[in-house]
C-alpha cells in the first residue's frame, strides 16, 4: 500500500466527491417495504487501520439493514462452534449462478455451493440453531462482542417485512430438510434467518466487527477465536464468493475479500492493514451497491491496494 | 379392438397369472409409512366398457391410495370451474424431467410444465382451493359422483403422514408462491393437496370414474362436464405427461392414455371402447406398478387396443 | 371420424380459406439462404385415405424441403435394418428442451432423449450410415419406395447451406462422439445427415410415403416392413416427440400423431383411416408452420378426428 | 511472510519428503495416450524470488506438457494484444460447473464464464489467432520470452493426440461458432488451440515465465506488458478461476493464486515474493496435481505465505 495515514481524510473526501455523481444510476432494494422506503441518496464510508486509527466519511456512524453481511458474521460464528466440521454441510466453491438457485441444491445432493448464497446461509444458521439456547441472542452477542456496539440488533419491521415475504427462503430450507441438510425445524430456521438479516449496523460498527479479519484473527473488542487463523479461510471465501455473482469481477476490479449485503452495504478487507465498510442504499442488477463498490475500488486504485 | 366380450373373464384371468411371477421385482413406495406397510403382493383389475359392462379379477374392489391419479381428477374439476383460463398458469408440455424438479420452475417463471407434475398439481389444486368453500368436500364429492360410491374420501393416516415429511411439496409451493403463480396461502394449498393425494379408492371404483373419458365426457353417475369434449384434451395430457418419465415409453408399449400413481394404481382409458384401472403395489425406478404395466402392455397386446 | 369422403372436396376448399388470412403471421425459417428465399405466401394440402383415395387443395404438388420430417423416415429405415437394438442408443421420452438442446446430452450420457430432437436424429442416421453402403443412396431410395416418386431426392443447394452453417449440429455430433454414442466419423455422419434434411417432397409424396403409418404397416408402393406393427410405436413417438416443444399442445389441440419441419411442412395420420400433408413456410416460434398446424386443426374440429 | 531465503533448501527437501508418501493416490491422465505413459512418480518443485534468486528440487528441469497452465500465458499474450476488449467476449466469474461444460454456454449466449474454462480458452486463442499472422508461432515466442528458453515448444505427438480425440472441444468450438462467438474457422482455431495446450516446459520455466504475475508486471526476460498492472487483474482470476471446480477450495486451503494443468504441474504466486512451479503427474478426480497441491499447502504453510 501507497499511502501515508494523514492523506486519509483527504482522500475519503475525494471518494467521496467523485461517487455522489453515480446517485440514481442504481435503484434500492424493492423486495421489501422498509428496504425500499430508506433514502436511496446517502453513502458512508469508514477505514479502521489494524493498529485501530480509525477514519470516515458521509454517513458513516447510521445504521442500516446489513442483511446479507450477516452470512460472514454467522459464518465466523459457525465455524467458532463446530470448526471444520460446517465443511461436511456447505461447500466452499463458487456457485456460478443467481445467488438462490435451486438447482445446483437439487444437483448436489443438498450441499449449499458455500456459505454465502442463500441455501448455504441457512445450513449455517442451521448449525448455530442446534447449537445455541438462544441462538439469535447468541448472534446480536457475537456481533456486539466483534463491533464494541451493543446497539447491533436485529430491527423488528424489518424480520416481519422478511418473514413475510420470505417464500424463496422457505422453498430453498425446506427443499434443504428434503435433502436431508437441515436439522433444525424449517420455521425455526427460517426464523432466526431472517432475524439474522434484520441486523442493524453503521459503516463504523462493521470496520470495526471485521477488524479480525485484517488483523490475523485479532480483534480489539474479543478474546481470541477458537479456529486458527479463521480470518485467512473466511477471507478466501469472500473473496471467491463474497458479491454474489459479481465475486469474479469484483476482484479483478478491487481485488479486495469483500461480502455485500442489499441494505446497500460492503465490507472489504485488506489483510495486515485495514478493515473498510461503504454504505449506499441504490444497487445494480447484481444486488450490490453501485456507490459502494465504485468507492472501494477508487481506495484501492489511489491506494495501490490490492491482495494481488 | 380384436375381442369379443365373452372373451374377457378368461383374458384377465390370463393376464393376472402372467403378471403374478413378477412379484418381487419392484417395491412399495418408502417415503411414507402407510404406504410401505401396504401387502406389496396384491393385484387387482377393472374394465368398464362404454356399454357399462364391467369385468374384474383379482383385488379389484380392495381400496388403495390413489396417489397422483387424483391429479386427473382434480385437473377435471379445475377444468370444469375454470375452463381454459387453467393454461395460463400450467403448461401441456412434457417436463422431460424427474417429476419433481424445480429447474424448470425457475427457468420458466414459475409455468410448470403441466398439471400431472407436482408443481403443475399443486397449481390446479390452488385453483380449486381459490374457486371453493370447502375444497377438499368439494373434491371428495366431485369423485363420488364419477366414482357412484360415496365412500371414496381420503384417508386420515396418509394424509398426516404426507404433510409430515412434505418438504419438496412445500418446497415446490414456496417457490410458486415466489414466483407469483399462486393465489392461495402456501399451507392452506399444501393442506388441500395432501388430502387429495390421500384419496382411497378401488380399481373399480377408478374404471367407473374415469368412465367419461373413455365416453366422450358421458358418465353414467354424472350429468355433463360444463366443458366441450374435455375428455379429448384430458387423453391427450395423459398419454404425454401421465407417467411420469416414462410417459414416452409407456406410450410406445402399451399406446393408451394412462395417469398412475406410487400407491401402485393405473388408470388408462381406450377412447369409445373402455376404461380400465390396475393396482399392485410393488413400484419400478420410475413410481410406476410394475404388475399395472405390464397387465396393460398384455391387455393391449392380447385385444390389439391401442390408440395409434 | 364422422364424414362423407364425398364431402372431402369441399371441406378442403373451405379449411383453405380458413388458413390464408394467417398468412404473415410467422415467418419462413431464416437459418439458410434457400429456405427464407421461399415464397412464403404458398399453401398445399393432401389427405390419402388407407383405401388409396387422395384428396388435394392448393399447391399439393410442390415439392419443398421436408427439413426435420426426414427424421420421420430415417427412423423408419433405421428401425428396418437394426429393429429394437435402436433403442439401446436412443430414448423415447419427450426431451421438454429446445430441440437442439445439449444440456440433456451431457447429464445422460451421451443418449438423446428421442430420435426426433437433432441429436437423436443424428444417432439414428448413425445407425444408417454404418449399416449401408450408400447411405443417402439408400434414404433416398427407401423414400421413393413409400412415396412412389422417384424424384424425391436431396437438394444440393439446400444440402450445401446446411452443411454451410451446421455448427450446432457439428458441436451436436462431436458431443455424441465425445460420449461414445457415434460410430462413424463425425464429418461422414453429418454428411449424410445435411443431406436427408435436404430432401424435397410435395404434399402428396408425404401423404403416401406416410400411409403405412395411418394402414397398420401396409404400403401401396412397398413390401411390408420387417418390424411388426412398426407404425404403432412409430405413432406414438410422433405423438409425444414430433413438434419439437409444441408436441404437448398440438397432442391437445390437434390429437394427431404427427411430425413438423422447419420448411413448413407437417405430416399427421389418424390410424385406420388416413394420413395426411400439409405444407405453408411461415413458421411460429417453435418452428411448426402457423397455417399448416391451423389446417390441421380444422380439419379434425370438422371432422371430429382424433385419436382420443 | 515468515522465512530466511537461507532456510529455503532444507524446506524444499522437507517438502519433497513429505509429498512422496503421496504417490499412487491419484492417477495420470488418461484421456490420451502420451500423458497416460508418463513415469506417474516424478515430482518437480521450482520458487523464484522476485530478486532473482531461484530455489528448486526434484525433478525441476524435467520437461512436461503444461495443458491447461497454457491458458494462463494465452490470456496475457491475448490481453497484451486486445487488452480490455477480450472481456466483451469472454466473462470473469467462476464456472461453478465443470470445467468443460456446455450447458452455461447455451445459457448465456456463447459467452464463456471466464478464460480458464475450455470454452473460455478457446475465445481466447480465437483472440489470438485472429490478431497474429502465425499465431503458433507467436505464442511460442511469447512464452519463450516470458520462461527465456526457446526450447519451449508444443510437442507434435501430444498435438496428434489431442486433435485426434478432441470431440468435446470442437463441440464447445462448433457452439460457440453457431453462437456467434468464434471468428476464426473451428478448424484452424482448434488446431491452434491443441497446439497451445501441447506446450512443454519445466518447473523451472515456468517459474520464470510467472515472474511478472509477482513482480507488478516486470520480467527479467522480456520488455513491459501494454496493460497497466495486468499481472493484478491476472492473479484475480486465478484465484477465482484457476483449478477448475477446486478452486475455491484452493483458495481456502492454500490462499495463492494458481493455474493447475493436467499434465501435472501447478504455477502459483505470492504477489511481491516469488512465484512458484509445482509438477507431479498423478492427478486428483478434479484434475489437480495431488502431489502438486499438497507441495504448494506445505510450503504456504511453512511459510505462513498467503495473499489473505
Same mark, same amino acid.
Given at each position: 500500500?501507497?499511502?501515508?495515514?494523514?492523506?486519509?481524510?483527504?482522500?475519503?473526501?475525494?471518494?467521496?466527491?467523485?461517487?455522489?455523481?453515480?446517485?440514481?444510476?442504481?435503484?434500492?432494494?424493492?423486495?421489501?417495504?422498509?428496504?425500499?422506503?430508506?433514502?436511496?441518496?446517502?453513502?458512508?464510508?469508514?477505514?479502521?487501520?489494524?493498529?485501530?486509527?480509525?477514519?470516515?466519511?458521509?454517513?458513516?456512524?447510521?445504521?442500516?439493514?446489513?442483511?446479507?453481511?450477516?452470512?460472514?458474521?454467522?459464518?465466523?460464528?459457525?465455524?467458532?462452534?463446530?470448526?471444520?466440521?460446517?465443511?461436511?454441510?456447505?461447500?466452499?466453491?463458487?456457485?456460478?449462478?443467481?445467488?438462490?438457485?435451486?438447482?445446483?441444491?437439487?444437483?448436489?445432493?443438498?450441499?449449499?455451493?458455500?456459505? #454465502?448464497?442463500?441455501?448455504?446461509?441457512?445450513?449455517?444458521?442451521?448449525?448455530?440453531?442446534?447449537?445455541?439456547?438462544?441462538?439469535?441472542?447468541?448472534?446480536?452477542?457475537?456481533?456486539?462482542?466483534?463491533?464494541?456496539?451493543?446497539?447491533?440488533?436485529?430491527?423488528?419491521?424489518?424480520?416481519?417485512?422478511?418473514?413475510?415475504?420470505?417464500?424463496?427462503?422457505?422453498?430453498?430450507?425446506?427443499?434443504?430438510?428434503?435433502?436431508?441438510?437441515?436439522?433444525?425445524?424449517?420455521?425455526?430456521?427460517?426464523?432466526?434467518?431472517?432475524?439474522?438479516?434484520?441486523?442493524?449496523?453503521?459503516?463504523?460498527?462493521?470496520?470495526?466487527?471485521?477488524?479480525?479479519?485484517?488483523?490475523?484473527?485479532?480483534?480489539?473488542?474479543?478474546?481470541? #477465536?477458537?479456529?486458527?487463523?479463521?480470518?485467512?479461510?473466511?477471507?478466501?471465501?469472500?473473496?471467491?464468493?463474497?458479491?454474489?455473482?459479481?465475486?469474479?469481477? #469484483?476482484?479483478?476490479?478491487?481485488?479486495?475479500?469483500?461480502?455485500?449485503?442489499?441494505?446497500?452495504?460492503?465490507?472489504?478487507?485488506?489483510?495486515?492493514? #485495514?478493515?473498510?465498510?461503504?454504505?449506499?442504499?441504490?444497487?445494480?442488477?447484481?444486488?450490490?451497491?453501485?456507490?459502494?463498490?465504485?468507492?472501494?475500488?477508487?481506495?484501492?486504485?489511489?491506494?495501490?491496494?490490492?491482495?494481488?
Amino acid at each position: 500500500m501507497k499511502l501515508q495515514k494523514s492523506e486519509l481524510p483527504a482522500l475519503l473526501e475525494r471518494i467521496y466527491s467523485e461517487v455522489t455523481p453515480l446517485y440514481g444510476v442504481g435503484k434500492t432494494a424493492d423486495y421489501i417495504p422498509p428496504l425500499s422506503r430508506v433514502n436511496p441518496r446517502q453513502f458512508g464510508m469508514a477505514i479502521r487501520f489494524v493498529d485501530g486509527d480509525e477514519f470516515t466519511v458521509g454517513q458513516a456512524s447510521t445504521p442500516f439493514s446489513i442483511q446479507s453481511i450477516s452470512k460472514l458474521f454467522a459464518l465466523m460464528l459457525a465455524l467458532d462452534i463446530v470448526g471444520d466440521d460446517l465443511w461436511k454441510r456447505v461447500g466452499r466453491e463458487p456457485s456460478g449462478m443467481r445467488f438462490n438457485s435451486l438447482l445446483q441444491l437439487e444437483n448436489e445432493n443438498g450441499i449449499p455451493r458455500n456459505p #454465502f448464497i442463500n441455501a448455504g446461509a441457512i445450513v449455517v444458521t442451521d448449525t448455530i440453531v442446534n447449537h445455541s439456547a438462544s441462538p439469535v441472542k447468541r448472534l446480536e452477542q457475537f456481533m456486539a462482542s466483534l463491533s464494541g456496539n451493543v446497539f447491533n440488533r436485529y430491527d423488528p419491521e424489518v424480520y416481519v417485512a422478511e418473514a413475510r415475504t420470505g417464500y424463496r427462503n422457505a422453498a430453498i430450507a425446506n427443499l434443504l430438510k428434503a435433502l436431508g441438510n437441515l436439522e433444525g425445524e424449517v420455521d425455526v430456521v427460517l426464523d432466526s434467518y431472517y432475524k439474522q438479516c434484520s441486523m442493524t449496523m453503521s459503516c463504523l460498527d462493521l470496520a470495526r466487527a471485521t477488524e479480525s479479519l485484517a488483523n490475523k484473527g485479532k480483534s480489539s473488542f474479543r478474546t481470541q #477465536f477458537h479456529g486458527e487463523r479463521m480470518d485467512k479461510r473466511v477471507n478466501a471465501l469472500m473473496l471467491t464468493c463474497g458479491l454474489y455473482d459479481a465475486a469474479g469481477n #469484483f476482484a479483478y476490479q478491487v481485488g479486495l475479500p469483500a461480502k455485500s449485503g442489499v441494505g446497500g452495504g460492503i465490507v472489504a478487507v485488506l489483510p495486515g492493514y #485495514f478493515s473498510v465498510a461503504v454504505w449506499s442504499p441504490e444497487l445494480d442488477s447484481y444486488g450490490n451497491s453501485v456507490l459502494g463498490q465504485k468507492a472501494l475500488e477508487l481506495l484501492t486504485h489511489y491506494t495501490s491496494s490490492s491482495i494481488f
